[in-house]
């Protein structure tokens, strides 16, 4: 017997970038699954795909471009829909790749299934207008299980106009998103099982919605029944309130010791050539304060290297700042040039071989310094929120930042599925880039 109902059409969602993209895509496959498509991996056979790109770099760019080509390549008769921040800014080009449907940029992204049509298109449709100014809300679907910690955004957009940065264009100018709207998503997915959301945005630090700031957000999302960990992604130095201080060491309060606060360079003139809007010793100043005032905190922080202009000699005391200071970790960015940026015309560019140097050094030094923060942990006990398993092991983080492997066979029998739990756990051993932990 022939059954009535039409075929479960299937849709995959492939996400470049940041964590802000990352939470996007989570919006937009709950959109996909209450409008009826099964949700496949990148890379299956799908009848639409929905590409959510970055553009931060040009290497970013080519990735993306990569992963459409591929997209059609394994299914040249889907609907192909660009969205984000290429989209946004590289509209062109995205458009002559053969077999494209809709290229959408940032303020229309989560509308894509408006847009979505029957068919291929026989010549690509653009939807790029322009970016609201003006404080947002977002429409989420709230109906699908959720077990996992998860970003939520909170704020969109940045007017620092830092020199080598396209994100003020790609995203636009910084607006909040309503304060009520974000409580309601969190409730949301606390009730779905959420225990920790990590909050993103593009410069979270300047939210700011009818006079409430972050630390009204973090006050709130405390008070959201289920919600016990809160994690801010990343924030920019000069906007993080000392206030947040007291709200980490309080016991009571869900908000992590956890800072990522990008520093870029530890050379003053390279920060003013980037329009960075602090010095070094400002900012060495308010981690020091931060580190005093929140014990196990952990502070990471981003790093650009072979920015225009930067010497062997500027270069090597940004590696000083970053080896004598309370760091972790840090995240290493290699400058490229970026098209209507004030950094791509300016002069003494470094070369290129030079700058893959520069990153492999930095990278080599921040791998040497999350093993120094992991072995100061080691024989304290502390407290895990497991996350999906792997075989064989149990894997989460400490609420400061580090990651814990447990093995199943040493849990004692009992202890059932630790997915989404809280337990104490001896710090035991490093392995690669995470430690090994037994259950107390
Ligand atoms: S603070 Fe600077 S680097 Fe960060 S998004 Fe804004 S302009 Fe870009």
């Known amino acids: 017997m022939v059954s009535a109902n039409p075929p479960v059409k299937r849709a995959s969602v492939h996400t470049l970038g940041c964590r802000l993209n990352q939470s996007e895509s989570v919006l937009l496959r709950e959109k996909l699954e209450a409008d009826g498509y099964r949700i496949v991996p990148f890379g299956e056979e799908a009848e639409l795909g929905i590409i959510n790109t970055c553009t931060v770099t040009n290497l970013a760019d080519a990735k993306c471009r990569n992963a459409i080509r591929s997209f059609i390549r394994k299914n040249p008769r889907a609907f192909t829909a660009v969205v984000g921040c290429y989209s946004q800014m590289g509209h062109k080009a995205i458009a002559e790749i053969p077999g494209v449907d809709l290229v959408i940029g940032n303020q229309d992204k989560l509308s894509v299934l408006d847009h979505v049509g029957f068919g291929k298109n026989e010549t690509p449709v653009i939807v790029r207008d322009r970016i609201d100014k003006t404080d947002f809300t977002i429409r989420f679907a709230g109906e699908l299980p959720f077990k996992k910690r998860a970003n939520l955004k909170v704020q969109d957009g940045c007017d620092f106009m830092c020199s080598f940065c396209i994100i003020p264009f790609a995203r636009g100018r910084a607006r909040a998103r309503d304060f009520a709207n974000l409580v309601d998503e969190a409730r949301s997915l606390a009730e779905r099982g959420v225990r920790e959301l990590v909050l ?119 590696c000083r700042v970053f080896r004598e200071n309370p760091f972790a970790y840090c995240h290493v960015f290699t400058f490229s040039e970026r098209e209507g940026t004030p950094a791509e015309r300016m002069d003494g560019a470094v070369p290129v071989p030079e700058r893959a140097r520069r990153s492999a050094f930095l990278r080599r030094l921040s791998a040497g310094r999350r093993h120094d923060y992991y072995e100061q942990h080691l024989g304290r006990t502390m407290r895990v929120l497991f996350e999906d398993p792997k075989p064989g092991l149990w894997t989460g983080y400490t609420d400061n930042y580090i990651r814990v492997v447990v093995d199943a066979e040493s849990v004692p029998a009992g202890t059932g599925n630790l997915t989404n739990r809280t337990a104490e756990v001896r710090l035991e051993k490093i392995s690669a880039d995470f430690v090994e932990g037994r259950l107390e």
């Open 200 to 318: 993103t945005g593009v410069n979270i630090g300047t939210y700011d919605h009818g006079g409430r700031g972050i630390l009204e957000v973090v006050d709130a999302l405390n008070g959201v029944p289920g919600i016990d960990r809160l994690r801010i992604s990343s924030i920019e130095p000069t906007t993080i309130p000392e206030e947040l201080f007291c709200r980490m060491r309080d016991p009571e309060h869900a908000l992590l010791p956890f800072f990522h606060i990008p520093l870029q360079s530890g050379c003053d003139r390279i920060l003013g050539e980037m329009r960075r809007k602090y010095s070094v010793s400002e900012y060495l100043d308010f981690i020091h304060l931060a580190r005093d005032s929140v014990s196990d905190l952990c502070i990471g922080t981003d790093i650009m290297v072979g920015f225009p202009g930067e010497t062997a000699g500027e270069f090597d005391e940004t």
